[in-house]
């Protein structure tokens, strides 16, 4: 939990209050227009969104927000708060309406195994929970068996990829482009398998959608849910806690983010060369950053607890040296290259992609 699996000193205590609490204090003010948001580390920047909606994060890659680990207490009050602004909830099914009508938004998620299927139940009842706005959810497991099949909900609409080879590492980029084949809707969510997303999500999403946006990332602070909390919204739904969080996340593009699908298949989709954890979520920005991009984040989304991903960690990765090799290329040339290449196909990764896995 934030502020337990460490101590801080007398000192760092001090430095958080002289310099941390205070904007912490001031952006929690009664306000009708989120000051919340605009909570940051000492030594950040942010940058002020159109019409002040939302702020991008001014710097490269994700931080935890440090006054939150040091006094636990600052990170429960910041989530209710975001919470009271933009609700999560979980509903069973979607709105009978939103059923039967041509969904607007496609949620595509990526799935493997059955240790997970909490989370992926949790993640889809706050997609079932969008309002207003027609939504369809497309369900992707990649494995050797349909474990998982049986155990969703009717509304889900479920693609099962066979493992081109019987110990292929999980391709969450080949599993999206799957799913954006198959996706109806015309703005695609490419979000994950372990996280809730507010009932006004696809809402906010369309909205920006309509001032000419193409690639939209609302994402400003992801409460990271502990083991004990976690346990306890899979069993009742509830989403308080009074233990704590791991970490509040802020400047995160994976997860969950939205892209027209005109834009997706300008682009060329996903690397599908990216298995294993991680790498394709900045490289396919790099790419989605030459279109008309919504960086600017003002919604709370939970992230609920599994147990860390034992590669995550390795810096000798090959996603990682991947990911250096394919930044190095400029953008116009990557999405040239990946537009030519017939992604997304049920059976296999593009045979260029492949062949590197293999």
């Known amino acids: ?50 019409n002040n909606l939302g702020v ?11 006054i939150a680990k040091v006094f636990p207490r600052t990170g429960l009050w910041l989530m209710k708060r975001a919470l009271r602004d933009w609700p999560i909830e979980l509903r069973p099914e979607p709105a009978v309406e939103t059923r039967e009508t041509s969904p607007v938004v496609s949620f595509i998620i990526g799935h493997r195994g059955t240790e997970r299927l909490p989370h992926l139940l949790a993640t889809l009842g706050s997609i079932a929970a969008q309002v207003e706005i027609p939504c369809e959810c497309i369900l992707i497991e ?37 799913g954006a084949r198959a996706a109806r809707g015309e703005i695609l969510v490419f979000h994950d398998n372990d996280m809730l997303a507010p009932v006004d999500y696809a809402r906010e999403i369309v909205a920006r959608a309509k001032e000419g946006y193409e690639v939209i990332n609302l994402k400003r602070f992801i409460f990271y849910f502990g083991q004990s909390d976690s346990s306890r919204l899979f069993a009742t739904g509830a989403l308080e806690t009074e233990a704590g969080m791991a970490a509040i ?27 294993g954890w991680g790498g394709e979520d900045n490289e396919l920005w790099e790419r989605a950053a030459t279109r008309a991009c919504w960086p600017y984040g003002y919604l709370p989304f939970v992230h609920v607890w599994h147990a860390p991903q034992t ?48």
């Open 1 to 50: 939990m934030i502020g337990r699996d460490q101590e801080f000193t007398v000192k760092q205590k001090l430095g958080a209050c002289i310099y941390d609490l205070p904007n912490f204090l001031w952006e929690m003010r009664p306000s009708s227009s989120s000051p919340w948001i605009r909570i940051r580390n000492r030594d950040e920047s942010l940058l002020p969104g159109k």
């Open 56 to 66: 991008e994060c001014g710097w490269r890659w994700t931080t935890d927000l440090h």
């Open 142 to 178: 990649q494995s050797n068996n349909a474990d998982v099949k049986d155990q969703l909900p009717s509304w889900v609409n479920y693609i099962h990829t066979l493992l081109p080879y019987s110990d292929m590492p999980y391709s969450r980029a080949w599993a999206f482009n799957v």
């Open 249 to 275: 996340m802020q400047n995160a593009f994976g997860g969950s983010v939205a892209v027209l699908r005109s834009a997706f298949f300008s682009i060329g989709g996903f690397d599908e060369s990216f298995a």
């Open 311 to 358: 590669e995550k960690l390795n810096t000798m990765r090959p996603t990682v040296s991947l990911y250096e090799e394919r930044s190095a290329i400029p953008p116009a040339e990557r999405i040239a290259e990946l537009s030519a290449r017939e992604f997304g196909d049920t059976t296999a990764p593009h045979e260029r992609s492949f062949a590197r896995m293999t």
